[in-house]
């Protein structure tokens, strides 16, 4: 807790100053010293509900907005799936509404069959060169390119030549279930 008071002071500073207000504007709103509130924004005076009852009132902030906690771990930490020789890293926290994926695509000998499901993908190659069927086009991206596409159209992709090929991926709810989640027998 007393990490999380450390805070206070800048926060409470920085919702002032939003306002367009002094030290001695929000100091007699809110019926203190300018001397007390500059002291309390340094974090030279202890926090305390009598001292930020006033000054959240009068700024219309709730006391939560001044001591909010510490930002959760920003790491993303899932597991690697597997799929059909692919290696497919997410890349976006578990229910985030952008399904964002690290895909290393084997170079096979034959394309993948054709797929149709809703949604629309977004890539774009990191490394290798990436075939792209898509429709009647047949297309090779290579390092630096990127594509959109709605997945309503027939698509398939897959490693283009000898080397696998490495691509971030964008996918809305319908795509990310289609190209992570197993087959079920």
């Not at 929000?26 to 010293?33: E, I, P, T």
């Not at 340094?42 to 009068?58: C, F, I, N, Y």
């Given at each position: 807790?007393?990490?999380?008071?450390?805070?206070?002071?800048?926060?409470?500073?920085?919702?002032?100053?939003?306002?367009?207000?002094?030290?001695?504007?929000?100091?007699?709103?809110?019926?203190?010293?300018?001397?007390?509130?500059s002291r309390l924004e340094a974090?030279?005076?202890?926090?305390?509900?009598?001292?930020?009852?006033?000054?959240?009132?009068?700024?219309?902030?709730?006391?939560?907005?001044?001591?909010?906690?510490?930002?959760?771990?920003?790491?993303?930490?899932?597991?690697?799936?597997?799929?059909?020789?692919?290696?497919i890293a997410p890349l976006a926290?578990?229910?985030?509404?952008?399904?964002?994926?690290?895909?290393?695509?084997?170079?096979?000998?034959?394309?993948?069959?054709?797929?149709?499901?809703?949604?629309?993908?977004?890539?774009?190659?990191?490394?290798?060169?990436?075939?792209?069927?898509?429709?009647?086009?047949?297309?090779?991206?290579?390092?630096?390119?990127?594509?959109?596409?709605?997945?309503?159209?027939?698509?398939?992709?897959?490693?283009?030549?000898?080397?696998?090929?490495?691509?971030?991926?964008?996918?809305?709810?319908?795509?990310?279930?289609?190209?992570?989640?197993?087959?079920?027998?």
């Amino acid at each position: 807790m007393v990490d999380e008071l450390r805070h206070v002071g800048p926060r409470l500073r920085a919702a002032r100053q939003s306002r367009g207000w002094t030290l001695d504007d929000l100091a007699s709103r809110a019926g203190m010293s300018a001397s007390t509130l500059s002291r309390l924004e340094a974090g030279k005076r202890q926090a305390s509900l009598e001292l930020l009852l006033p000054l959240t009132r009068q700024l219309g902030i709730r006391i939560d907005d001044l001591v909010g906690l510490q930002a959760p771990d920003p790491r993303v930490r899932r597991p690697v799936v597997h799929r059909d020789g692919m290696e497919i890293a997410p890349l976006a926290p578990e229910g985030s509404a952008i399904h964002t994926y690290r895909i290393t695509y084997p170079p096979v000998a034959t394309l993948p069959e054709l797929r149709v499901h809703d949604g629309y993908e977004w890539l774009y190659v990191l490394s290798g060169r990436l075939r792209l069927r898509l429709g009647d086009q047949d297309l090779t991206l290579t390092r630096g390119e990127a594509a959109e596409f709605d997945t309503r159209v027939p698509h398939a992709l897959s490693a283009a030549g000898p080397r696998p090929a490495q691509v971030i991926s964008i996918f809305d709810a319908s795509g990310a279930r289609m190209h992570t989640h197993t087959q079920q027998p």
